[in-house]
Structure formats: structure tokens, C-alpha cells
């Protein structure tokens, strides 16, 4: 489940992963709101926090994560993972260079600090 909040810039996209995250939950929440945001701005920012009780990724959510990111690849100004899920962290880590964007990774215990940073 992904659940939007809603005490952010306008430029910024903040959510917490719960649950099993599913296609449904990208294609019913998380595209149309950075479609929104991007109706408003050239380029806006993520928070994306990792809840305590997520389960994981269906297959369908992890292709439109990726299709999401490439098809708005020079719209990213800015992203925050907050995760204590080590492949998360480990995975984002890796590609961070081929993604045209600041990434900071941050633990949950970090959340605030994520949007202090995520806000700037």
C-alpha cells in the first residue's frame, strides 16, 4: 500500500510504503501524483519512506517504479529514501549514478532529517 502525504511543498511527492506495494498502488496513487506536481513544476522532489510493517514489491509495482523514473528521468531534482531495508538502501546505492539526481539515503530513525533535506 502506498499512502500520500500531504504537509509538503508543492513541488514535493512524500509517501510511506506499507504493506505489499502492488502496481495498483502506482498506477491508482503514485503516477497520477507526480503527473499532478508535474503540471505545476519542471522538476519536483521525493520522499520516499519505507513503513516498518512493508512487505514488499509485487513484480507489476517494481516495472511501473521503473518505467515512472524513465519516463520522467530529467524530472527528479531531488530524492529521500528512508528505509531500514538493506537491499532497498544497498540497491539504491548502486544505480545512484546512472539516475540524473541528488539521492540521499536515510534510516527511518533519519525521518525528519529526510524532510528537512527533502524541503530545502
Do not use: C
Not at 97 to 118: G, M, N, Y
Amino acid at each position: 500500500m502506498i499512502q500520500l502525504w500531504t504537509d509538503l511543498p508543492d513541488n514535493v511527492v512524500g509517501l510511506t510504503a506499507s504493506g505489499e506495494v502492488t502496481a495498483s498502488d502506482y498506477e491508482g496513487i503514485l503516477m497520477p501524483a507526480v503527473e499532478d506536481k508535474l503540471t505545476r513544476h519542471e522538476k519536483i522532489r521525493v520522499i520516499y519512506h519505507v513503513g516498518e510493517d512493508f512487505e514488499g514489491f509485487s513484480a507489476g509495482a517494481l516495472w511501473d517504479d521503473a518505467k515512472l523514473g524513465m519516463s520522467h528521468f530529467n524530472a527528479w531534482e531531488r530524492i529521500a529514501l528512508v528505509t531500514d531495508v538493506q537491499w532497498i538502501a544497498t540497491t539504491i546505492m548502486a544505480i545512484d549514478f546512472l539516475i540524473p539526481t541528488e539521492i540521499k539515503v536515510f534510516p527511518r530513525q533519519h525521518l525528519d532529517a529526510a524532510r528537512e533535506w527533502i524541503a530545502e
